[in-house]
């Protein structure tokens, strides 16, 4: 079975930066799209960025020019690299993976990230 593992989170201040990490158990490439998702308290979770088997990336108007997704699949890893943080940003951040033509999506345990003076 696929798992994932999220990792970077933390406590940081308005401006600055993060950077996540989200480790695969699987070749990054067997799947149709891997993403990152957010859900701040009540709130439901969505979309931050995603990207697809062929590379193809899908950001939000909100994150744009700041976040970045990427991923390394020697390493069977994707990168969420977050600057310029604001408040609104704080969320449980997870990694996703679109197993397409398969219904069922994945989702690891996520990963605190709070922006706070």
């Known amino acids: 079975q696929v798992h994932l593992v999220e990792s970077g989170g933390g406590l940081v201040q308005p401006g600055g930066s993060l950077n996540l990490s989200c480790s695969v158990s699987?070749?990054?490439?067997?799947?149709?799209?891997m993403g990152w998702y957010r859900q701040a308290p009540g709130k439901e979770r969505g979309l931050v960025a995603r990207i697809t088997r062929i590379g193809a990336i899908e950001c939000v108007d909100s994150v744009k020019g700041r976040f970045t997704i990427s991923r390394d699949a020697a390493k069977n890893k994707i990168y969420l690299q977050m600057t310029t943080l604001k408040p609104e940003d704080s969320a449980v951040y997870y990694c996703n993976v679109d197993r397409w033509p398969n219904p069922t999506p994945l989702w690891g345990q996520g990963t605190q990230v709070t922006v706070s003076s």
């Open positions: 699987h070749n990054i490439f067997a799947f149709n799209a």
